[in-house]
């Protein structure tokens, strides 16, 4: 009996390494980016010119070119871009706090809209919603959508993540090297 039991524990093991094997091999597909939050230009440091870039954007409008730089403005994580993100990094660069309510970063799963960080029917389905008007994407919603990475999420990037459901492709146009 107890060695059924151990035979047992080994194939179970054997089997579990095959399966995080495979599971490994189809994450190498996935398409991520990742942004320091508070980085609103996106080099790499958190300074007195993503301070400026954030006044620019909150105060006078000016938009950013990249949408990852919204991500990363939006440091108390309530989806949009204000003064109250302003207040806190200024905070943040003055030493008055040292971290913030988004986070030290994010990571974009490119295709994943509802956050299980996998592409699935539930994340088209999501999109196709979008683009019917029924519902709104957050700011990090819209950045996992633009999967072609061209700024934008319309019907093309529901057509590449319907792709990569069905096994067509396996990579998105916004990451191709991974
Ligand atoms: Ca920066
Ligand atoms: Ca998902
Ligand atoms: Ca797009």
Redesign the pocket.
């Given at each position: 009996m107890k060695k059924k039991v151990a035979l047992l524990t080994v194939v179970l093991s054997i089997a579990m390494i095959v399966f995080s094997g495979s599971m490994t091999a189809y994450a190498a597909h996935q398409c991520t980016k990742t942004v320091?939050i508070?980085?609103?230009?996106?080099?790499?440091?958190?300074?007195a010119?993503?301070l400026a870039?954030l006044y620019n954007e909150v105060y006078y409008a000016v938009p950013f070119a990249n949408p990852l730089q919204y991500i990363?403005a939006d440091v108390n994580n309530d989806f949009s871009s204000t003064m109250y993100d302003y207040y806190l990094l200024r905070d943040y660069l003055l030493g008055e706090i040292s971290s913030f309510p988004a986070g030290e970063t994010y990571t974009v799963y490119y295709g994943d809209l509802d956050g299980d960080q996998s592409v699935t029917a539930n994340d088209k389905s999501l999109l196709s919603n979008y683009l019917l008007g029924n519902i709104n994407l957050t700011s990090r919603q819209y950045v996992a959508a633009d999967v072609n990475g061209d700024g934008s999420v319309n019907a093309i990037d529901l057509a590449i993540i319907t792709q990569y459901i069905n096994g067509q492709i396996q990579h998105f146009p916004v990451c191709p090297q991974n």
């Open positions: 320091i508070g980085d609103v230009n996106l080099d790499g440091s958190i300074d010119i993503d870039l990363a």
